[in-house]
C-alpha cells in the first residue's frame, strides 16, 4: 500500500505531513514509558522484521498480491506509540533507499500504514483482551483479529484521503470498493504473519510482549478478613542470567530469521502488483504518477545496482535494508529510552498466565 507520488495532491500531501509529523512527535513521548532496558532492543528488531516480512509478497487473488503492514505486529509487541515509531522508520528507509512510497507522499504513508493500522490495531487488541480470558491464547487470537481489522482500515483511509486530494477523476466509490475488497483479503494474511509471530514470541518470553502486561493474576493476602494484593517489592532483582539469555537468544534468532526472509526468501515473493497498484492500474489512479526522486538509487527496486543475477542482487538488498533498518530504528529507540523520565515507569511485565 505504499503510494508514490502523483496519487494526492500538493495541499493534502502536505496536510498529511503535518498530522504525521506530529504522530511522531507524540509517539516519542509515549514511546518513552512504554521502552525500557529489555524491549528497546527488541523495537528496533520489531522494525527490521516488519522490513524484512513486506518483502514477501503473498498472491490474494488473480493478478494481485499483498504483504504485511506491520502496525499490529509493532503495537502488540512493543506498544502502540513505539508501533508508530517503528513502521515510520520503515517507511523511511524504504522511501529514500529504495523507491518505494513516494518522498513527498511520506506523509500520506506514515498516516495510512503506520498511525491508521497501528491505532485500529491496538484499539481493536485491547477491547477484545478485555472480554476473552486471562490466557496468553487470548493474545494470540486478539493479534489476529486486530491485525485483520487494521488492514482494511488502512484501505478506507487512503480512499479518503484520495477522496479529497486525487489527482485524478475517479468515481470514489469504484476506488472505495476495489480497495477494500482486495485489502480485506489482504489482512487475512496479515493477520495469519501476526498471529504467528506474536504467539512464537509470547511462547518463549511473554514478559517482553507489551499487549500481554498486566494480564497476570496477582496474589491476595487475606487481612482482617479482606483480599489486598500482595505488596510489590520496592526494589526488584536483577533479572536472572537465563532470562537475559533467553531475551539475547531471541533477539539473535529474530535477526537471523529476518535476514534469511529478506536475503532468501524474499526471492520467492509473488511478482504480482500489489493490492493498491492493481486496483491504481484497473481505475487509472496511476495516469499522473510522477517518477521518484530516489529512483536512481544504487538499491531501488530492492536489487543492488550493477548486480547481474537477480537472486544475488535481490539477497544483497534485502540484507542491507534490514541492516540498514535495525541500526537507525535501533538508534532512535536508544535514545528515547535515554530521554525517559523517572515517572516514565513501563507497566508491569509479569508473565501471563498459561
Not at 512504554?34 to 516480512?53: C, K, M, Q, S, W
Not at 517507511?91 to 518522498?103: N, R, S, T
Not at 482486495?182 to 494474511?189: A, K, S
Not at 541492516?323 to 528515547?336: C, E, L, Q
Amino acid at each position: 500500500m505504499h503510494v508514490p507520488d502523483g496519487f494526492i495532491n500538493a495541499p493534502t500531501s502536505a496536510v498529511t505531513g503535518v498530522v504525521a509529523a506530529g504522530a511522531i512527535a507524540v509517539s516519542l513521548r509515549g514511546a518513552r514509558r512504554e521502552l525500557d532496558e529489555r524491549t528497546a532492543p527488541l523495537a528496533g528488531l520489531v522494525a527490521a522484521f516488519i522490513f524484512a516480512v513486506q518483502m514477501l509478497n503473498f498472491p490474494v487473488a488473480a493478478g494481485t498480491s499483498g504483504h504485511l503492514l506491520g502496525g499490529a505486529l509493532a503495537a502488540i509487541l512493543v506498544g502502540p506509540y513505539t508501533g508508530v515509531l517503528c513502521v515510520s522508520v520503515v517507511l523511511l528507509m524504504q522511501g529514500i533507499l529504495f523507491a518505494d512510497g513516494g518522498l513527498t507522499a511520506l506523509g500520506v504513508n506514515i498516516t495510512d500504514m503506520a498511525i491508521v493500522t497501528t491505532v485500529v490495531a491496538y484499539a481493536v487488541f485491547r477491547g477484545l483482551v478485555k472480554v476473552l480470558p486471562r490466557k496468553r491464547r487470548s493474545i494470540t487470537v486478539a493479534s489476529f483479529v486486530a491485525a485483520l481489522l487494521s488492514v482494511p482500515a488502512a484501505a478506507v483511509a487512503f480512499t479518503l484521503l484520495y477522496a479529497v486530494g486525487g489527482t485524478t477523476d475517479v468515481a470514489i466509490g469504484k476506488v472505495a470498493t476495489a480497495m477494500i475488497g482486495v485489502h480485506v483479503l489482504i489482512g487475512i494474511g496479515e493477520a495469519a504473519i501476526t498471529a504467528l509471530t506474536v504467539g512464537a514470541v509470547i511462547a518463549v518470553r511473554p514478559d517482553l510482549v507489551y499487549g500481554a502486561r498486566g494480564l497476570e493474576q496477582k496474589l491476595k493476602l487475606r487481612v482482617n478478613g479482606a483480599l489486598v494484593d500482595v505488596p510489590t517489592p520496592e526494589s526488584a532483582p536483577a533479572a536472572p542470567v537465563a532470562a537475559r539469555t533467553s531475551r539475547r537468544a531471541l533477539w539473535i534468532t529474530g535477526l537471523v530469521t529476518s535476514l534469511v526472509l529478506a536475503g532468501f526468501v524474499s526471492f520467492y515473493a509473488s511478482a504480482n502488483p500489489d493490492g493498491l497498484e492493481k486496483v491504481a492500474a484497473d481505475k487509472g489512479i496511476d495516469k499522473k504518477v510522477e517518477e521518484h526522486a530516489a529512483a536512481d538509487s544504487p538499491l531501488a527496486d530492492y536489487g543492488v545496482k550493477d548486480v547481474a543475477n537477480a537472486r544475488l542482487s535481490g539477497g544483497l538488498a534485502g540484507v542491507l535494508g534490514v541492516g540498514v533498518t535495525i541500526v537507525a530504528g535501533s538508534a532512535v529507540f536508544w535514545a528515547v529510552r535515554r530521554r525517559r523520565t523517572p515517572d516514565a515507569t513501563p507497566t508491569n511485565t509479569a508473565s501471563t498466565s498459561a
